[in-house]
């Protein structure tokens, strides 16, 4: 099975590389200049142009959708729709019964993780992989002990490397007063390399990444100057350099509207920060990148590297949309992206009692200049139940009756019936 995997890793590998390549070749010969979507008002698509705000600054809104930019000379790759099927459906066998699988965490390879715990709820120890082709790997959490509550408050998948953020809390004898700690726990894949740090920082931690290279990225708030903050931390906890990502703001906009901008001021508008706004953010691994998105508005994609490089992507969300998520992917110069109705924030419930799930769509964009290249449709799965988007497919996993799934309590039994499965499956894209 793993000469299989590997084969299968191979073959997806050069058909992604295949594929970019000639969404360039397209895009070098055909110089258009494109508009954000065909729905998009007049009044709109003549008199906004885009200027992303700063990451640090325009995380507290989810603003209305900016016009697309024009690419000022720069070519334009058409978009288009593509049927696509999920197939290769594997049981998955050897998780616990019981186990919520609604919040995956993918690996580049396409495993999808799975924390027990929730964030906000007590930490556990388990964390569960689930690999492309029904694989269960099972990895133990590093926990600090003398605290009297310990919860998950981040969880982030990267490049063969994971880390939790954990509050811990330790209350004072003899007083109703408590102390509160921030501990980073590193994992491996694999699961043979773990360690727990106490991180060693003026500020409240609240969202974490973490490169291949050990370092770990900290979204955080500075609760006296009440302002964002982005570091970059060692393995140790303590501070290895702050990120100014004010930096890239100047140059989205100009790479944006195809002019140079007079000014900062007149380019972005400042919007004011808040820590309620930062912890709806979130951190998505993108090979050995790391994005910073902002779900539920059309704010630009802050794409950061172990270096400190960072840039903007205004990626063109369809009018009347807003984010709801990026996908875990290997960084091959597209980004899979799933945007929502921007109307559908009420959570409608079904005739059944039942909240309906929003209105979504699958998009495929190019990682520089953010052009819709191709939107997926397809009968089964749900677009919620899409994962990942490791090389050139996409792996969903979700419920489904397969010929001889009954298993034992145990779900690792031998399959003797028909029965409802999780299973995992795989389309090209």
């Not at 509160?180 to 106490?198: I, K, N, V």
């Not at 779900?295 to 009018?319: C, D, H, M, N, Q």
């Amino acid at each position: 099975m793993a000469e299989r995997d590997a084969l299968e890793g191979r073959e997806m590998r050069s058909a992604e590389l295949l594929r970019v390549a000639r969404w360039m070749l397209l895009a070098v010969a055909a110089p258009v200049v494109w508009a954000q979507d065909a729905a998009t008002t007049p009044a709109a698509a003549a008199g906004a142009s885009a200027s992303p705000a700063a990451a640090t600054a325009s995380v507290s809104s989810a603003a209305a959708a900016p016009a697309v930019a024009k690419t000022g000379g720069a070519a334009a790759v058409k978009e288009r729709t593509t049927a696509i099927r999920f197939s290769r459906e594997n049981p998955v066998l050897g998780l616990p019964l019981g186990s919520s699988t609604t919040r995956a965490h993918c690996s580049a390879d396409g495993t999808a993780f799975y924390d027990l715990a929730s964030s906000g709820a007590a930490a556990g120890q388990d964390l569960y992989g689930i690999s492309p082709v029904g694989g269960v790997k099972h990895v133990l959490r590093k926990l600090p002990i003398d605290y009297s509550h310990v919860q998950v408050r981040d969880f982030f998948v990267g490049d063969r490397q994971m880390v939790t953020l954990l509050e811990a809390d330790k209350r004072n004898e003899g007083s109703s007063s408590r102390d509160t700690d921030y501990f980073l726990s590193l994992e491996d894949e694999a699961g043979d390399m773990s360690g727990l740090a106490q991180m060693s920082v003026r500020f409240k931690p609240v969202k974490v990444a973490r490169f291949g290279s050990g370092d770990v990225l900290v979204l955080g708030w500075d609760e006296g100057n009440q302002l964002p903050v982005l570091a970059m931390v060692k393995e140790d906890g303590t501070v290895r350099r702050f990120i100014d990502l004010d930096a890239a703001k100047p140059r989205a906009a100009r790479n944006a509207s195809g002019d140079a901008v007079k000014s900062e001021t007149e380019a972005v508008k400042q919007e004011r920060a808040t820590l309620e706004s930062l912890e709806g953010a979130t951190f998505v691994a993108n090979g050995s990148d790391v994005l910073l998105t902002y779900p539920g508005s059309t704010k630009p994609i802050v794409v950061l590297s172990a270096s400190g490089e960072e840039r903007l992507v205004p990626i063109a969300i369809p009018y009347g949309y807003v984010l709801n998520d990026v996908l875990v992917s290997s960084g091959s110069g597209t980004l899979v992206a799933r945007v929502k109705d921007a109307d559908d924030r009420t959570k409608p419930v079904a005739a059944d009692g039942a909240a309906k799930p929003p209105k979504m769509r699958l998009i495929e964009y190019l990682a520089y200049g953010g052009a819709r290249l191709q939107e997926f449709t397809f009968d089964k799965p749900l677009i919620s139940d899409v994962t990942c988007a490791p090389n050139s497919s996409l792996v969903a996993m979700f419920y489904d009756t397969i010929p001889g799934a009954d298993h034992d309590a145990s779900n690792a039994g031998a399959a003797t019936n028909s029965a409802t499965q999780l299973v995992v499956a795989t389309s090209r894209r």
